[in-house]
């Protein structure tokens, strides 16, 4: 998937990832020098605290009554998607 990003996305999410480095060390002095190895390390404890933070697994099943009720309301499976944040796949199987 490719993403489009203005200039200032790009800088938020530099300063951010920037950050993270800084708190779990591999940022420090200008001067200060890694081998490749902790790098290398370090980069993939940030990937597994990131991938902590999302959470594993299936996001939490879909109420069918969530959509029915928008289906009631008049909405498209399309606007159920959008609104519940769920695939076009999961509205269609709730949609009976």
């Known amino acids: ?28 002095d200008a001067g200060e020098r890694f081998d490749h190895g902790v790098l ?22 879909t109420d069918p009554s969530e959509v029915h009720r928008l289906k009631q309301a008049g909405a498209t499976q399309e606007e159920v998607a959008r609104k519940l944040d769920i695939s076009i796949s999961t509205v269609r199987r709730n949609w009976k």
């Open 1 to 28: 998937m490719i993403v489009e990003l203005s200039k200032r996305e790009i800088e938020i999410i530099t300063d951010l990832l920037e950050e993270k480095l800084e708190s779990i060390g591999i940022l420090g």
């Open 40 to 61: 290398k390390e370090k980069l993939k404890l940030l990937a597994e605290e990131c991938k902590n933070e999302r959470g594993a697994g299936r996001k939490k099943k």
